[in-house]
Structures are given as C-alpha cells and as structure tokens.
C-alpha cells in the first residue's frame, strides 16, 4: 500500500512540475510580448522627439585594444616581445532645427597608437606610436526656402591631431544651397567656396578657390546606427589642388549601449601624395605630373558605445 502510495505521489508531483513549467513558460512569452510593445512604443516616441525642433545632442564610438607579451616563444621570429594596438573613434553630433532655419555641426575622430617591442633588440622601439591620426569637424548653417531646399553656409576644418597638426590643415567656407530630400540625408552644393590650406611647405600646398560638395546621412535602424559623410573640393583653378573624403561608420548595440564598431574611410588628396614623396621619402624628382597618387584607406574594428 505504502508503495502504491509513493508512486501516486510521484506522478502528481510530475504532472504538477509539468504544468507549473508550462505556466512560467506562458509567463515568460507573455513578459516577452509585453516587453517587445514597450520598446515599440520607446522607438516611436523617440523618433517624434527627435523629430521635435529644438538642439538635439548624440555620438557613437569604436574602442579597441589588443595587448600581448611573450617570453622564450620560440616557434617565432621574435621569441621575447609585446605588442599593443589601441584605437578610438568618435562621432559627436549637434543638431539645430527650426521652422526657418537649422544648424548642424558634426566632427569625425579616429586616433590609433601601436606598438612592437622585440625585448633581444635593445635598439628598437619600444613606446606606443601615432598610426591612425584623423580630425574633422563640420558646421552647417541654412535659411530654409521649403522643407526641402535652404540658402547655406558651410564650414569644415580638416587635420591631424596627434602629429603635424594644422601641417597640413585644411579651412573651407563657402554658401550655395542644401538640399534635404529626407531628414537623414543632407546634401550641401556651394559652388562658392575657398579652401584654405595650412602648411610649413607653401610650395605643394596651395589654397584655391573652387566649388564644395558635401553629403551626410545618419540614420538607426533599431540598434545598428549608421553614418556615411562624403567631402568633395573641385578647385576652378588647378585639379592637382581637388580633393575628397569619404568615411562611413557602424556600430551595433548588444548591450546597454556596449556593442561592435566598424569604421572605414576613404580619400584622395594629391597635395598629401606629393608633400609625403617629397619631405618623407626624399624623393626631389616627385611632381604632381609623376607622383603616385594612390587612393588613401583606413579601417577600424571594435567595440563601440554610443549615448
């Protein structure tokens, strides 16, 4: 009897595990649902605040770092050394916008210092060294005529910050007109513009007159944030004095603002090809007509917070 007993027992207590499991499991898809028309109804209402005119603040970055250190590893060239990579990005944003004007200023960082310290060359070295060095900072004012079209000014400042800053260093005003085809995307067109060109070597590097082109879009989709910003120079006076930059920049939200990054950039600066073959490579016989004006690249990895 005591035996029957114990075995009814157990298979109450079975059958009443199973349902309480599918009880918390009901629960658990009911919190999901819940949560899922919560953050719906988060993205909606922030979408209409950041549509709300008023100064709108914000930026995401990439953070990475990679750091080794060996000793008497020696299946390699270099039995003892360490190593080290770090790199930072930044892509700050202010944003004005009013019934008959707006003001945007934005700026692009991306700074990197590596290292390689063989500890059997006593000669090497072995401190962190500049490798990846890039600063823009862009500020858009326009008077709108619609919703779509505004009389414009520009002004972006381009350089290095952590070596030969302002060596070259890059200045351009001008007005023309933006156009805004969706709040993500703006187009600047000023066929007015001066670049200004800051450098000790006056002989490569010149300002010119010519006509700017810029185009920005920034737009999240969910947790993945994305922003592509493309600068172009046509100097009316000499191509050998054009120039463009394109940078595109992602990150992916994992957790709490803490996710990936991805960073590349691309430019064309026939100005820079020619001031590296002369004063880096001592190159005398370099001229704008035999330089080797490769494209310009750059690509970031890591992980990225944004707030």
């Not at 114990?6 to 059958?15: E, H, K, P, R």
């Not at 002989?203 to 600068?231: C, E, Q, R, T």
């Amino acid at each position: 009897m005591k035996r029957i007993l114990f075995i009814c027992f157990l298979m109450v207590a079975t059958v009443s595990f199973g349902q309480t499991k599918e009880e918390l499991q009901a629960l658990k898809k009911a919190k999901e649902d819940s949560i899922s028309t919560l953050q719906s109804e988060v993205n909606a209402l922030k979408t209409q605040i950041d549509e709300f005119p008023g100064w709108h603040y914000g930026a995401f970055g990439t953070i990475g770092a990679n750091l080794s250190e060996f000793n008497n590893w020696y299946a390699q060239g270099s039995p003892n050394n360490s190593a080290g990579n770090i790199t930072i990005t930044a892509n700050p944003f202010a944003k004005l916008n009013r019934e008959k004007y707006f003001w945007y200023t934005n700026a692009n960082i991306n700074l990197s210092w590596v290292k390689f310290d063989d500890k059997d060359d006593p000669t090497d070295n072995d401190d962190f060294r500049q490798a990846t060095d890039v600063f823009t900072l862009t500020s858009l004012y326009g008077y709108k005529f619609n919703e779509k079209w505004a009389a414009s000014f520009l002004g972006e400042y381009r350089t290095t910050l952590l070596n030969n800053f302002n060596d070259p260093g890059y200045l351009d005003l001008g007005i023309g007109v933006t156009w805004t085809p969706i709040s993500d995307l703006i187009v600047v067109m000023h066929p007015l513009n001066y670049n200004f060109v800051f450098s000790d070597d006056d002989v490569i590097f010149d300002s010119s007159l010519g006509a700017k082109i810029v185009a920005n879009y920034a737009k999240s989709f969910g947790k993945l944030k994305v922003k592509s910003n493309l600068s172009m120079f046509q100097s009316y006076e000499n191509s050998d004095l054009s120039n463009w930059t394109w940078t595109n920049a992602f990150a992916y939200e994992v957790w709490k603002g803490i996710g990936l990054g991805f960073e590349f950039g691309l430019r064309d600066n026939k100005q820079e090809a020619l001031n590296y073959a002369v004063n880096t490579l001592g190159n005398e016989d370099a001229t704008f007509d035999n330089v080797d004006n490769d494209l310009q690249t750059y690509w970031t990895f890591g992980l990225s917070y944004a707030f």
